[in-house]
């Protein structure tokens, strides 16, 4: 089966690295795999290779013309199913994928996205257009039913899996790593992952960590983005030579080795893929209680916090430097649960079912449609009813036939030969 992912970017970021690993995933599987990317370059474009990755060059505003491009480059990879990822690529990715005729269509919802009073309307229709509407955590689904307003028959949820083997405590990799960025070997190591972008409020992480900082306290925030100047601004000059900002790094299995605690200070997230593997590398959690990471860290593994609370997160992380045999027990904890819940290969099953059952179910759609339009078109549509839409039309778009099928049993019911 040939399957085509539709993304905004190859960044360093969550959603990203899930698709590059469910592509790894299914590409060993003997799927046939594409990716169409709406932004040129990506730090993770490279990783994907040899599944080729095209670039769909979206221009700045509203791009009227993209969906006949993707439309195009969609005709020639001819895939049986599309996969969009988030909003752009539901906006622009759905609407070529059915211009070229591809009769499954499946998308993703990673988190809770912000929509402009113009793009809110215009998802909601596209919305119905998909086969299938996944979402990362029940957290997501709810948002999903009350934002995007998606149908219960459409919603189904898929929780994010990662490739396990990967992540581990590595003894050798953490004293490495520290000496790479000058700690010492018995300092107290707080990390964080991920793109450094306004919703991850890091921030907040920095100021929840200002008491702590010092020769025996560390803060070690890996990835790039759009909101590292104001990151950088928040660094109090007195604890500066304490925090690290490695940028975009390509070994985060050893970095995590590196850390003591994982935290994540977001106002808003999905299923955050970066906490399974910190907790698969021996890392217990202090993050925010926001969207579907509740529903993952377990009292056992972690510490939640309300977003905003302050002194709250720094009370959190205080206590698990001063208790190492607590800090001990939850990260066996969090280690044996991520590898009971977070499988890839679990995450995948649940995708290539999903996409066979949607491709199923189009033949057999396309089938019917085919065969009920071509009777009433030839056999009972005689005098004033006649068919609407030509085979070939039909046989390129699915909805087409769907819907010139209800239309044609429609129009005949009504005319003289359908009274």
């Known amino acids: ?22 592509c790894r995933c299914l590409g060993r599987r003997g799927y046939d795999l594409a990716v169409l990317c709406l932004t040129p370059g990506g730090a993770l474009r490279d990783e994907f290779a040899p599944i080729p990755v095209l670039d769909g060059s979206r221009r700045q505003g509203p791009d009227r013309m993209l969906p006949v491009r993707l439309a195009r480059m969609l005709r020639r990879l001819r895939p049986e199913v599309v996969h969009t990822h988030n909003p752009a690529a539901l906006i622009y990715g759905v609407t070529a994928a059915r211009m070229a005729g591809v ?11 912000r929509y402009s009073a113009r793009s809110l309307p215009v998802v909601r229709m596209m919305v119905r257009t998909v086969s299938a509407f996944v979402c990362v955590s029940p957290e997501t689904a709810q948002v999903a039913r009350e934002q995007e307003r998606v149908p219960e028959w ?3 949820v898929v929780p994010n899996g990662i490739p396990l083997q990967r992540f581990a405590a590595d003894p050798e990799a953490r004293r490495r790593v520290r000496a790479e960025l000058g700690v010492a070997e018995q300092a107290f190591v707080v990390g964080s992952v991920g793109r450094l972008s306004r919703e991850k409020d890091y ?16 803060l070690v925030l890996v990835g790039d983005g759009p909101d590292r100047p104001r990151i950088e601004a928040a660094v109090d000059p007195q604890v500066r030579s304490f925090v690290h900002l490695c940028g975009v790094r390509h070994d985060v299995p050893a970095l995590l080795c590196a850390f003591d605690v994982f935290a994540l200070t977001s106002y808003t997230e999905g299923l955050p893929l970066v906490i399974p593997e910190a907790m698969a590398s021996g890392l217990p959690i202090v993050a925010t209680a926001v969207g579907g990471v509740p529903g993952i860290v377990p009292e056992a593994v972690g510490v939640l916090c309300p977003h905003g609370d302050l002194e709250g997160l720094t009370a959190a992380l205080r206590g698990l430097r001063d208790e190492p045999e607590r800090r001990a027990r939850m990260a066996a904890a969090a280690c044996a649960y991520a590898r009971q819940r977070f499988s890839l290969d679990t995450m995948a099953d649940r995708y290539a079912a999903l996409y066979q059952l949607h491709e199923d179910r189009a033949t057999v759609l396309w089938r019917l449609g085919s065969g009920l339009s071509s009777l009433l078109g030839a ?9 609407l839409a030509p085979p070939a039309i039909m046989h390129q778009n699915p909805f087409c036939a769907a819907g010139m099928v209800r239309f044609n049993i429609v129009s005949f019911l009504l005319s003289d030969r359908g009274r």
């Open 1 to 22: 089966m040939r399957v085509v992912h539709i993304v905004q970017s190859l960044q360093l970021g969550g959603q990203e690295r899930l698709v590059l690993e469910l």
């Open 103 to 113: 009769r499954s269509v499946v998308h993703t919802k990673h988190g809770r996205n």
């Open 154 to 156: 459409l919603l189904h």
């Open 203 to 218: 921030p907040l992480l920095l100021r929840a960590m200002r008491p702590l900082l010092g020769p025996d306290c560390h």
């Open 379 to 387: 056999g009972l549509g005689g005098g004033q009813h006649r068919l």
